[in-house]
């Protein structure tokens, strides 16, 4: 039986791109070089983006990216604000305190999307500040943070913005064209389908030419992007197969319909899902148009002791099934994730078997 990933990534991959996995490339041969130029470009096309920003990609997780985002290319010697209102908000602020980056935090409630209003205050009184740091959509939790008002909010006052997009790259819009956007990082294992092992940063290139100290070695964006403008090849040894896979996810993405089919998929997947758990009274935490599509986080209508989320894991494990169990605001709750190649047929067989278990623990406690 397939094993359904209910996921916020990585999710099932297609037929396609475990084909693509198939494949031995020498790390610095003209087939490397040629490969990595075009998925350079392919995610260049998803990204609507324009030529004053560049593609850079990273072995390594999403994570990767973000840290060597955040270690290349904030400002050195001004403060950064970093926008927390969940788990990879704060995975954020630690990569400043770690590499000893200038910086402050602003959070806020994890069950709401950040307040423009809250950081336009927060600004006003600290006109140090010369750039933002977010999470676009807020994998942890399943929220979506207000991109396009913050840039609106830079541009007047003259900052960068930083964005971890992981979840959002290629399924929500991303305003490229706005002046303040200096970078965004994501990954190939979220809303692309590909397999983990390979994320990117997409930079303006006046950021990444403009001369600077390292932090770190196999992290240093900059001379990434330098050694392909330079010879086309990899600083280290690339996941060549994973390259590979993303190439063909990315095609299959194009071909699809891109961001528009991909997006009303998720819709129709969480919709499905919603309908079908809430006779059982297991409803979404978040709800609202800053709920996002990728993610949604579920309340358990039992006491932990009674049916934790952990259990209920291991459980849909037993079916080939697999959630992630989430503590969000004291709940007993766990996120399903929509993305990657599900089916109807799966998403029926999750309603089933945890109306099974439901139906069972009620009978227990009749």
Known sequence: MKTALF???????????RAALNCDLGTRTPQMMALTKHLRKQIAEVARCNDDFSVVPLQGSGTFAVEAMMTSLLPAKTPSLILVNGPYGERMAEICRIH???????????????????????????????????????????????????????????????????????????????SSLS??????????????????????????EKPGTARTLSLDLKAQYHGFQHDGMWRFTPPVQVISALSSAIDDYLLQGGQTTRLESYKQRARRVIDGLAPLDIRPLVTGSHSAPAIVTFVLPFDEQVLSASLLSERLLSSNIVIYPSRVAEKNSFRVGFIGELTAEDIDRLITVMTDIVCEIRRQLA
């Open 7 to 17: 996921t916020p990534g990585p999710g099932n991959t297609s037929d396609s791109v």
């Open 100 to 178: 000893a980056l200038p910086h402050y935090v602003l959070r806020s409630d994890p069950l709401q999307p950040i307040n423009v209003v809250t950081v336009a205050d927060y600004l006003e009184s600290h006109n140090d500040i010369t750039a933002l740091v977010l999470v676009h959509l807020e994998t942890g939790i399943g929220i979506t943070n207000p991109l396009e008002e913050l840039l609106v909010l830079a541009e007047q006052r003259g900052l960068h913005v930083f964005s971890d997009s992981m979840s959002a790259f290629g399924l929500l819009p991303i305003k490229f064209a706005s």
């Open 183 to 208: 970078a965004v990082a994501a990954s190939s294992n979220k809303v692309l389908h590909g397999v983990p092992g390979l994320s990117f940063v997409i930079a303006r290139r006046d950021i990444l």
